[in-house]
């Protein structure tokens, strides 16, 4: 029994009950001097949370428990559906409902039982997957659920961090009247769950000082509201980042090869449209290609394009229509007859 020295520190009465993994009954704790008085501040980890302070266990979160100098009640425990934990000795914890530090504390109180001096320490190995609810400017509004983020050394790259910016993502992205600047969360939880938390995700993109991204815990809110008519965000920049859409839905129409709706990446151009459609078609006139697009204040816009050369300066947006004529008098109308039903009404407004 190698391991024998290493529970020299624990009551003697209570030895055999700790070797054979017998939950024991509370009992008065003896007065010990351990060898040196500075034991708890030398033994103390100095370790870095990767989530938010607030963050509360829940069932389905993994947690290495590390009790230190007693290697033999150091371990990796999954918290139930009851929200327990299960440990020899002290028998099930609730860990549900608390930070990982109140649990490692709540550990040290009932160790005291047993051991002298237990410096106890929590940390988070895996994250419950987490679901979050998404409003505001965002191309898929609700509830979201998110996969969890893999703390300890054998990282998944593969795993998705439960932030407020993936969340966004998964929520389709934001669109282009998002204020970024102005992301509301509201965190799920927590003694200040009236007061929200303003996340500024225009620095991560917009300046070279990123605010910290948010983990999310089960339960959270975040609100995306519409960006004010005086606001200096470049909309357009906004489309290019990752929290955009990673494709557009523009309708191309007319001569092209595959006429109809195609995605596109938010920021291509017209002329990029008109490619992934297939491409004009040999009886396309490109000299007079028709842009129509609504506006902010609900207009509908139409412009007349020369893209010859297959190139020019347009940022395409989610809605826009580019219609590629015929060669010919009849060009509309010939076009016209082969669009669909929505887009040919659509056209009707213009008198085409």
Same mark, same amino acid.
């Given at each position: 029994?190698?391991?024998? *020295?290493r529970?020299?520190n624990?009551?003697?009465?209570l030895?055999l009950?700790v070797l054979?993994?017998v939950?024991?009954?509370?009992v008065?704790?003896?007065v010990y001097q351990p060898?040196?008085s500075?034991r708890?501040?030398?033994?103390a980890p ?6 938010h302070p607030d ?8 947690i ?10 150091t371990?990796e425990?999954v918290?139930?559906s009851?929200g327990?934990?299960?440990?020899p ?7 549900a ?5 109140q ?6 109180v ?6 002298v ?5 929590v @940390?988070?190995?895996?994250l419950?997957?987490?679901t979050?609810?998404?409003?505001g ?10 996969r969890?983020?893999?703390?300890s050394?054998?990282n998944n790259?593969?795993q ?6 993936s ?18 969360l %509201?965190r799920?939880?927590?003694?200040n ?14 300046s070279?000082t990123a605010? *910290?991204?948010?983990i999310?815990?089960?339960g959270?809110s975040l609100?995306?509201?519409r960006?004010a008519?005086?606001? @200096? ?6 489309a290019?980042s990752?929290l955009?859409?990673? @494709?557009v839905?523009v309708r191309?129409?007319g001569?092209v090869?595959n006429p109809g709706?195609?995605?596109v990446p938010p920021? &291509? &151009?017209i002329?990029s449209a008109v490619?992934?459609a297939g491409? *004009?078609t040999?009886?396309a006139?490109?000299s %007079?290609?028709q842009?129509?697009r609504?506006?902010d ?5 139409q412009?007349e394009l020369?893209l010859?050369?297959? @190139? ?6 989610e809605?826009d229509?580019?219609?590629v004529?015929?060669?010919?008098s009849a060009?509309f109308?010939?076009?016209?007859? %082969?669009?669909?039903s ?6 009707r407004?213009?008198?085409?």
């Amino acid at each position: 029994m190698a391991y024998l *020295p290493r529970f020299l520190n624990i009551r003697p009465s209570l030895m055999l009950l700790v070797l054979l993994g017998v939950a024991a009954p509370a009992v008065a704790q003896d007065v010990y001097q351990p060898s040196y008085s500075d034991r708890a501040a030398r033994l103390a980890p100095q370790t870095t949370t990767v989530v938010h302070p607030d963050y509360l266990l829940g069932p389905g979160d993994g947690i290495g428990i590390t009790v230190y100098e007693y290697e033999e009640f150091t371990a990796e425990k999954v918290i139930l559906s009851d929200g327990t934990v299960i440990l020899p000795l002290i028998g099930a914890v609730p860990a549900a409902g608390r930070s990982p530090d109140q649990f490692a504390r709540e550990l040290e109180v009932r160790l005291r039982e047993y051991l002298v001096n237990p410096v106890t320490t929590v @940390t988070l190995t895996t994250l419950r997957p987490v679901t979050v609810n998404v409003a505001g400017e965002v191309q898929r509004p609700g509830p979201v659920r998110l996969r969890s983020l893999t703390t300890s050394s054998n990282n998944n790259s593969n795993q998705e961090t439960p932030t407020v910016t993936s969340a966004l993502i998964q929520a389709g992205g934001v669109t282009r009247y998002a204020d970024i600047q102005q992301v509301i969360l %509201r965190r799920a939880g927590s003694n200040n769950a009236n007061t929200p938390i303003t996340v500024n995700l225009w620095n991560s993109i917009g300046s070279d000082t990123a605010s *910290p991204d948010f983990i999310l815990q089960d339960g959270d809110s975040l609100y995306i509201p519409r960006l004010a008519d005086n606001a @200096t965000i470049d909309r357009r920049l906004i489309a290019r980042s990752s929290l955009a859409p990673a @494709t557009v839905r523009v309708r191309v129409v007319g001569e092209v090869v595959n006429p109809g709706e195609v995605a596109v990446p938010p920021n &291509s &151009s017209i002329s990029s449209a008109v490619a992934i459609a297939g491409g *004009p078609t040999v009886d396309a006139r490109m000299s %007079r290609v028709q842009f129509v697009r609504l506006n902010d204040q609900g207009v509908i816009e139409q412009q007349e394009l020369d893209l010859r050369n297959l @190139t020019d300066t347009y940022q395409i947006q989610e809605g826009d229509v580019v219609i590629v004529p015929k060669k010919g008098s009849a060009a509309f109308l010939d076009g016209a007859s %082969r669009l669909l039903s929505p887009l040919g009404s659509f056209l009707r407004i213009f008198g085409l």
